[in-house]
């Protein structure tokens, strides 16, 4: 709710820029922008990431994956970890959209896949 709110907030900000310089050039356009994002969105971010985790050193990757209907999304997780330089330092978030039958699979946890409920 709070990244909605203050989004939306710089959103009318940027409007009101806008209409303030519709019949500026582009370098008008780009310069209001840019002035609005260094007073509202980068003391925003600064202050937002305090709050987040310290991040990892320890040369770990973190890898983010959306998948949708993606038949081959297990092979292409095996992949990544065989091919993986540290493998033990591989770390995968994934969502999976694909599930229609009556049992799924879920977890992919040391190269094995574990059945759950459909909800």
Known sequence: AE???FMQSFLVRLNSSNIK???STYHGIWAAYHELAVKHLYP?????????PTRRMDGSLYVSVA???DEFCFETLTQAFDKAKNPDQLFVGLVQQNCEEAKC???FIN?????????
């Open 3 to 5: 990244i909605i709110e």
């Open 21 to 23: 310089n519709k019949r």
């Open 44 to 52: 925003w971010d600064r202050e937002y990431m305090r709050r987040m």
């Open 67 to 69: 998948s949708f209907r």
């Open 105 to 107: 699979r879920s977890g």
């Open 111 to 119: 190269g094995k896949m574990q059945d759950v409920k459909t909800e």
